[in-house]
Nanobody
Framework: QVHLVESGGGLVQPGGSLRLSCAASGSIFRIYNMGWYRQAPGKQHELVATITMGGSTNYADSVKGRFTISRDDSKNTVYLQMNSLKPEDTAVYYC????????WGQGTQVTVSS
């Protein structure tokens, strides 16, 4: 079974940047299309960005042009570079497959506030 561990969150001022990482156990990571999700208090998981096995990416309109998803299959890791952060980006961020087929990790908290 694949386990996901997210890291890299923190408190940042509006306009700042963070880089999130999601490390996956298991050598079959490379066969998954992966995604980053976020969950604000009282809301459901929102899909933020996806990346296919071949490296094609897609983004929610709310983050397009500000966030970049990437992956390093040799390290079983997917990344989310977040620039020009806004207070509305505040949430717990998770990674999973694009169909949410894996158990959720603990997530990493991102707080954007002055």
């Amino acid at each position: 079974q694949v386990h996901l561990v997210e890291s890299g969150g923190g408190l940042v001022q509006p306009g700042g940047s963070l880089r999130l990482s999601c490390a996956a156990s298991g050598s079959i990571f490379r066969i998954y299309n992966m995604g980053w999700y976020r969950q604000a208090p009282g809301k459901q998981h929102e899909l933020v960005a996806t990346i296919t096995m071949g490296g094609s990416t897609n983004y929610a309109d709310s983050v397009k042009g500000r966030f970049t998803i990437s992956r390093d299959d040799s390290k079983n890791t997917v990344y989310l570079q977040m620039n020009s952060l806004k207070p509305e980006d505040t949430a717990v961020y998770y990674c999973n497959t694009n169909t949410r087929s894996l158990n959720w990790g603990q997530g990493t908290q991102v707080t954007v506030s002055s």
